[in-house]
């Protein structure tokens, strides 16, 4: 997505999601397809550092390479492909690796399992394949769905064994920003402007939190979003 183009982002917009970004536009002088545009930019950055991979679309991928699907929004590290070169196992058609966000609690019970996930490390995620921790080989026998994490997460889960491995490193971060639509639609059919402002000074503190040591490779996209958040204003006051 072209983000710079309103009228081509408001083709495709999804009419679900269409009245929660008027709202956006309502609450915020920096419209919601400015912000995603530099959302994007600043994962462009992060992608543009990676050594030894390529960005291309699903049609110029050659049958044998590796394939990290990834959204426009989501950060990778710079050894991500080194790593996962080094990772390669015969018969092994499937990678996933520890899922890691970047992220406002999005409800109650989201918050509950996010904690509980800190006080047991060991606790299974949800998901084997969250929305960038993992990748495949592509093959001639094999559609775009697996760059679908659910369909993803379904075929690891039924691979026979040897066909997926799993690498204990973090080597993306899922940056669910307040424009995301997980953020802003989840399981939610509207949204006031009450919640959404709440929302955005939830965020407003998040991306100056400390993060992990094996994160430390995405603290300058941290400082990026911080900057973007800065100056993010609502109409009529800050």
């Known amino acids: 997505m072209d ?23 309502r609450t915020f002088t920096t419209p919601f397809h400015v912000f995603r545009q530099r959302v994007k930019e600043i994962a462009q950055v992060s992608l543009s550092r990676v050594r030894g991979a390529a960005c291309a679309p699903w ?7 590796l394939v990290i699907p990834i959204d426009d929004d989501d950060w990778l ?8 070169g ?3 196992r015969n018969g092994a058609m499937g990678y996933h690796w520890i899922s890691s966000h970047v992220q406002v609690p999005l409800s109650l019970r989201h918050r509950l399992a996010l904690f509980k ?13 969250s929305s960038n921790n993992y990748a495949f080989v592509k093959r001639a026998d094999m559609g775009t769905q697996l760059l679908k994490h659910s369909a993803s997460n379904r075929w690891f889960e039924q691979a026979p064994a040897g066909a997926v491995h799993r ?4 080597l993306s971060v899922q940056n669910r920003t307040l424009a995301s639509q997980t953020s802003l639609a989840w399981r939610r059919p509207s949204m006031t402007r009450g919640e959404l402002v709440r929302k955005f000074r939830e965020y407003r503190n998040l991306y100056s939190r400390p993060v992990a040591a094996d994160l430390a490779w995405c603290r300058p996209y941290l400082v ?10 609502l109409y009529g006051g800050r």
Do not use: H, N, Y
């Not at 083709?11 to 709202?23: E, G, I, M």
């Not at 996930?117 to 394949?129: A, D, E, I, K, N």
């Not at 990026?224 to 204003?233: G, I, T, V």
């Open 117 to 129: 996930r800190w006080l047991f490390p060991w606790t299974p995620p949800f998901w084997t394949c």
């Open 167 to 170: 690498i204990e490193r973090r």
């Open 3 to 25: 983000w710079r183009d309103e009228a081509a982002f408001r083709a495709q917009l999804d009419p679900a999601f269409a009245p929660k970004v008027d709202l956006w536009d």
């Open 86 to 88: 080094a990772e390669l």
């Open 77 to 84: 590290a710079p050894d991500a492909a080194e790593a996962l």
């Open 224 to 233: 990026m979003m911080a900057d973007l958040m800065s100056r993010l204003r």
């Open 59 to 65: 049609d110029e991928i050659p049958l044998g390479a």
